[in-house]
């Protein structure tokens, strides 16, 4: 007969899962901008970008365009500013004060991209639809995207109950991270590897917002 795991040890397997995941995703993001302080573009960057715009149309010009806007500045910033603020009408502050932290870490994004200072894809060697501007790596608009997405699947979709709908909540945000990633290869805005790097970038910045959460949570519930 074979015997079902036991809840403390589901909990206990899936924290070992989520350490390792984000240890792994440390070492990337630190190896990818070393690597990427030396090298542009790196080893397939160019094939993987050629294969993403082979599939261009006018049509899908306007999709990545519109889903790359979603994390432009005063797009991320109102989406964020406008969920703490239901949240918080919600009574669900700590929730509020954790989605507020998505702007700090998109503000602290910045320092490696101005350490490594890596040029951008450029017309002779790319199709360019969007000049990006400063450094490339990492890309910001897929480190934003999945932060937000990331902490909405945690701390959101995953309270909707056990169906249809959650499960296509979940399939939304994961999508729409992924898609924005795709989005600025897509638009000549990134190398793939830019991309690369803000979904290793994004994953420890989502464990730690969720560390903040919990303890945050803990602090409130002391009598």
């Known amino acids: 007969m074979v015997m079902s795991m036991k809840p403390a040890e589901k909990f206990t397997k899936l924290g070992l899962n989520a350490a390792i995941a984000v240890i792994v995703s440390l070492v990337v993001a630190m190896l990818l901008t070393l690597w990427v302080s030396f090298a542009t573009p790196l080893p397939g960057d160019v094939a993987v970008a ?55 870490l998109d503000l ?17 060697v790319l199709r360019v639809l969007e000049q990006g501007s400063g450094g490339g790596f990492p890309s910001a608009h897929t480190y934003h995207m999945t932060v937000f997405a990331g902490l909405a699947l945690l701390l959101l979709a995953s309270r909707i109950p056990r169906g249809p709908l959650r499960r296509a909540a979940m399939v939304a945000l994961v999508t729409l991270a992924l898609l924005t990633g795709v989005s600025r ?26 560390f903040c959460y919990k303890w945050l949570v803990r602090r409130l519930q002391r009598p």
């Open 108 to 124: 602290a994004l910045r320092a490696p991209k101005i350490l490594v200072g890596r040029a951008r894809p450029t017309e002779d």
């Open 185 to 210: 290869v897509y638009l000549g805005a990134h190398w793939p590897s830019d991309v690369v790097g803000a979904f290793a970038y994004a994953v420890p910045s989502v464990a730690a917002l969720m």
């Open 50 to 104: 050629h294969a993403i715009q082979s599939a261009s149309t006018p049509w899908l010009d306007a999709v990545m365009r519109g889903v790359s806007f979603l994390s432009d500045d005063a797009a991320a910033i109102g989406s964020v500013l406008a969920a703490a603020a239901c949240l918080a009408l919600w009574r669900k502050r700590p929730e509020a004060v954790m989605f507020l932290g998505v702007l700090l």
